[in-house]
């Protein structure tokens, strides 16, 4: 190939490459850009004790992430003072952890295994048998929030809602294992080990997940999708 054709073919490359990349940067600047909105915060629990071992600040910046899952604004969260655009005010009535209940407990367990094949080519079967440690560690928690959402408009958008959500930690693993191995079921051999257990702070994420965060959740989303078709109305 001639040196001239082998440049301009180079140069007809690198060009389709730029025309490409620069429909592509034009597709991105011409999507509406999400707004800020500026949401404050605000948890009391004057009437609930067991919200002391909480980070209140951990549980805001939590409780932000699952109002914000898709949602057609950016949430922003400020300070009461700085004249937000969304206030959440939730009330913790009660909050209780129960205590951590542990119980143990040993089975014996037996199993037929295949342990080879006789001259016929047929399977070979076994009875092995073990001793295990079993233990089962459960933990409840209830909470009674009462939440209290306003937005700014003519006129002001407010939602307030109670929830009484229930949750039941339930852990059951095998401890220890005394004999064959092979005579625990695979169920019993995958919940080998303790496990992470929820902290305080987790218990009360959960227990607001369970319904609050996704009814907030769905009435910003609603509101702002609302607020959006408006506008292009207009």
């Known amino acids: 190939m001639p040196i001239n054709e082998y440049k301009m073919k180079n140069i007809i490359y690198a060009v389709a490459i730029m025309v490409f990349a620069g429909c592509g940067t034009s597709n991105r600047v011409a999507k509406t850009p999400i707004a800020d909105v500026g949401i404050a915060i605000t948890i009391n629990s004057e ?3 067991s919200v002391n071992f909480v980070n209140t600040d951990y549980f805001k910046f939590r409780l932000l992430d699952e109002l914000e899952d898709f949602q057609s604004v950016n949430f922003i969260l400020v300070d009461k003072g700085d ?3 969304v206030v959440l005010n ?4 009660n909050f ?5 209940d542990e119980r143990r407990s040993r089975r014996t367990v037996s199993r037929r295994v295949a342990v080879g094949t006789d001259a016929a080519g047929k399977p070979i ?5 073990a001793t295990v ?14 939440a209290n959402l306003t937005i700014k408009d003519q006129p002001p958008f407010n939602f307030q809602r109670s ?11 095998v401890d220890n294992v005394y004999g064959d191995p092979r005579a625990v079921d695979a169920s019993l051999s995958m919940a080998r080990g303790m496990g992470i257990e929820p902290l305080d702070d987790d218990f009360l994420l959960i227990l607001a997940n369970r ?8 009435e910003l989303r609603k509101y702002y999708n609302n607020k959006a078709k408006k506008n292009k109305i207009e």
């Open 47 to 49: 009437n609930s004790s």
């Open 83 to 85: 004249d937000p655009e």
């Open 90 to 93: 939730i009330n913790i009535d």
């Open 96 to 100: 209780v952890l129960w205590p951590r």
């Open 125 to 129: 079967f076994q009875t092995v048998s």
């Open 133 to 146: 440690d079993i233990v089962q560690v459960q933990r409840r928690s209830n909470a009674r929030f009462v």
């Open 163 to 173: 929830f009484a959500p229930s949750y039941n930690y339930v852990n059951t693993y």
């Open 211 to 218: 319904e609050m965060t996704r009814r907030l959740s769905d």
